[in-house]
């Protein structure tokens, strides 16, 4: 260790530097290596400190070790000699992965040779004040001295920084003179202008399909997305990437897909269609239809159906129903199924190879991570590829043989399955097939095979990446880049297929589409817009960790929506009758209500107002109590929209002592006192059925033994539906198609749900409207 620490404090190290750096066993032998490589040329004490400063900034930077002696080299030769060349000298070596290096074109790319005169450097110093003159004369030392610098140095990029910052020192310093008391005061910040109360203010959230939705923080989904792309490679610079693996069939390899892309950026959503798509998988169509959406680029819709046990046809048909309701059109729909032919051609090729072998070994034995190691994993070649092909001849019985991959995976898995043996028959091959290949074989040679130039994954498919390179390259095909995002997950619900369908199986919910779960039908039946689960996405943004969210901040999301775009109606839930005693017993008028009240030229409708209107229960109390401004028999009350003030006269009781009705007298609005409220009614209803939900679980986590430890089938929240049978609704609402939406004044916001029949319509409530806690 002595000799180490010796050895970088030669190069101007401090000790403790250079004690740091022994801790880091891969930045201390790469260090050593190239201090070895320049000290042959100039030996021992010949690397003086800037030089041993570039060979330290390489040594830590440098990604591919291949060429660490190379670049050494060069330090020591002195053709690198800044930080400026070294920059360049990394880049071009990551850009240029093969040998042989062309050394013209990096001499070119480090200005290697170039020298940049004093006259030089002062004649662009003088250009750039000139072009600035007027300016500076006007803001003197207030002006951004670092816009003289970068436009100084874009003009000389390989001059010296501290050369060209004393020049502009100088000219600016000539020019302006000596600073005085008023160039030292602080730049007074410029005020922030308040709008005006008659503008319109810029509202928080705007929205739109395919995620062209502004944050509040102002950026778009889109945007979002693009800003993404400065952290993606370009498309045919795959090998950029750090992680990815370089062959030496990589750039021929590249230059093919470049061909047949065009350079054009190619993304997949692939679900595997045995379950419903939840609010989950709704980040991930928005990242990967957006991201090629906001790139100019395609993605493709494809079905990871490599498991016929599990798939049915009304998923596949629900999934492409969900992508296009969320606003997003697939370039192609394709299927794994479409490659089973060439995959099983790739698993052939794959065993020639010796990189995979059958093995017989049972599948309880597999399990886990300490797994005992195959004793078919030296078989012959020859002898797998008879044992494959009977296995797709059908000779071994389910279970009996699997082929498999000879990889370690990250965490620590051996020889992951590529193949096993299926009796069942599938839904497009029919019995075509009865081995099939698995997610881990599947997904990466799929995605080569479409030219997908970004596989974006959630983060636990990062354990998975190195395989994912290992088999593209260990066939010699095309490999794409994967990248991970961080899942969306919520509180107060569960989203994995197996525990819906034990809510479906137990009765606990309805079906997938129950408006308690949050699958996208099941969303989508409860009335929440395709826009509003876009937004939802584009608020929590594009994260690389995973994300815990409550329901409140995609309800907030779904009222933001709704209240620009559900017409206002009226309904009463729990009705009481009132009967208007002065008016006559046929009296009927039309009053029109407005369909969205803060914009009356949106459009209005008219609903009937007779000599019996029905209100809520909860809008009349026989007892006045404190700061309650509704209908009281001391306390007349408004009827919106109707331009009638009403007053109790009689209270009428059921033999329990309910009140069931009453009797009032109405007065124009324009002859009596302003009332302290106005209350939402009907008058010649449609009775209709209302459905009211609530959280479907109790306790945030339901699925955490330790919120629940009787696991969240004991969870069910008893009063997460309330069924009203007997609602009463303005007849505007009479021509409604499903999944209609309006606003059911002062209650909330309700959509047409498929139950609904010619006879009665059912609405379900979407989101309760905003809350103010001093409303009583």
């Not at 020019?175 to 203010?201: F, H, I, Q, R, Y």
């Not at 994995?496 to 199986?505: A, D, G, M, N, Y």
């Not at 943004?541 to 209240?563: A, F, I, K, M, Y």
Request: hydrophobic share 35%; net charge neutral.
């Amino acid at each position: 260790m002595a000799d180490s620490v010796a050895l970088f404090t030669s190069i101007g190290l401090s000790e403790q530097k250079a004690k740091e750096t022994l801790k880091n066993e891969a930045l201390s032998s790469a260090l050593k290596d190239a201090i070895t490589q320049v000290q042959r040329v100039h030996g021992p004490s010949g690397v003086d400190k800037a030089m041993g400063t570039l060979l330290y900034s390489m040594a830590s930077r440098l990604k591919d070790t291949k060429r660490l002696a190379f670049l050494s080299d060069s330090i020591g030769q002195r053709k690198i000699s800044t930080e400026l060349q070294l920059a360049a000298a990394l880049e071009f070596v990551k850009s240029h992965p093969q040998d042989p290096i062309n050394l013209k074109e990096f001499e070119e790319a480090c200005g290697v040779g170039v020298v940049i005169t004093p006259e030089q450097i002062e004649d662009a110093v003088e250009s750039v004040i000139k072009k600035h003159k007027e300016q500076l004369l006007k803001e003197r030392y207030h002006f951004n001295m670092g816009l003289l610098m970068g436009e100084a140095r874009s003009a000389l990029k390989w001059a010296d920084g501290k050369v060209i910052k004393n020049e502009v020192d100088m000219q600016v310093l000539h020019l302006l003179g000596p600073k005085t008391e008023a160039d030292l005061e602080k730049k007074p910040k410029a005020p922030k202008s308040k709008p005006a109360d008659n503008e319109v203010k810029v509202k928080k959230e705007e929205v739109a399909l395919n995620g062209d939705v502004m944050t509040g923080e102002g950026k778009s989904l889109m945007e979002q997305l693009r800003g993404e792309a400065l952290k993606f490679h370009k498309t045919g610079e795959n090998f950029k990437t750090e992680g990815y693996v370089v062959t030496p069939k990589t750039m021929d390899l590249l230059k093919k897909h470049m061909e047949i892309t065009g350079g054009q950026i190619r993304t997949r959503f692939p679900p595997e269609p045995n379950g419903i798509l939840h609010i989950g998988h709704a980040k991930a169509i928005n990242f990967n239809f957006g991201y090629a959406k906001a790139n100019n680029g395609i993605c493709f819709l494809r079905y990871d159906d490599t498991n016929p046990e599990k798939e049915e046809e009304k998923y596949f048909t629900a999934i492409k129903d969900m992508v296009e309701w969320l606003g997003y059109k697939p370039y192609a729909v394709t299927h794994a199924s479409d490659n089973f032919q060439q995959l099983y051609d790739l698993a052939v090729d794959l065993i020639r190879r010796g990189q995979a072998y059958v093995c017989h070994q049972k599948g309880e034995d597999l399990k886990g991570h300490n797994a005992p190691p195959s004793p078919w994993r030296d078989r012959p070649v020859e002898e797998s590829l008879v044992l494959f092909e009977r296995m797709k001849k059908g000779l071994f019985a389910e279970g009996e043989a699997t082929l498999r991959m000879k990889m370690v995976m990250e965490d620590g898995k051996m020889d992951p399955v590529a193949y096993r043996i299926k009796y069942t028959p599938h839904h497009r091959t029919g019995d075509e097939w009865c081995i099939y290949p698995t997610y881990d074989y599947t997904h990466c040679l799929c995605d080569s095979i479409e030219n997908i130039t970004h596989s974006l994954c959630t983060k636990e498919f990062q354990a998975r990446r190195s395989s994912y390179y290992w088999l593209c390259n260990a066939l010699d095909v095309y490999c794409p880049v994967q990248w991970e995002y961080g899942r969306l997950n919520l509180t107060y619900t569960v989203v994995s297929k197996r525990k819906i369908i034990k809510l479906v199986e137990t009765g606990t919910v309805r079906d997938w589409d129950d408006p308690r779960l949050f699958t996208l039908t099941a969303l989508r039946r409860r009335g929440f817009p395709p826009e509003a689960i876009n937004n939802f996405c584009a608020r929590v943004g594009v994260t690389v960790s995973q994300t815990t969210t409550e329901p409140h901040l995609l309800e907030s999301c779904v009222r933001d929506v709704l209240n620009d775009t559900a017409p206002r109606v009226m309904a009463v839930l729990e009705p009481l009758k009132v009967t208007i005693t002065n008016l006559p017993d046929n009296f009927k008028s039309d009053v029109q209500v407005p369909d969205f009240p803060a914009n009356e030229a949106k459009g209005s409708h008219t609903v009937p107002f007779t000599r019996t209107v029905y209100i809520e229960q909860t809008d009349f109390r026989e007892v006045m109590e404190k700061g309650y401004k509704r209908l009281t028999p001391q306390q007349p009350v408004g009827l919106r929209h109707a331009g009638y003030v009403i007053s109790v006269q009689k209270v009428i009781k059921d033999a329990q002592g309910k009140v069931v009705e009453l009797e009032v007298t109405c007065c124009s609005t324009e002859n009596a006192e302003k009332p302290k409220a106005f209350i939402h009614w009907v008058s010649q209803p449609l009775v209709c059925e209302v459905r009211l939900y609530e959280r479907l679980f109790l306790h945030k986590h339901p699925e955490d033994t330790s919120e629940v430890p009787n696991g969240f089938l004991s969870d069910i929240n008893p009063n997460s539906l309330q069924v009203i049978t007997s609602a009463l609704v303005d007849t505007s609402v009479k021509g409604a198609k499903v999944f209609d939406k309006f606003q059911f004044e002062r209650v909330g916001y309700f959509s047409l749900d498929p139950d609904s029949t010619a006879d009665k319509l059912v609405f379900n409530r979407t989101v309760t409207l905003k809350e103010d806690p001093g409303k009583i």
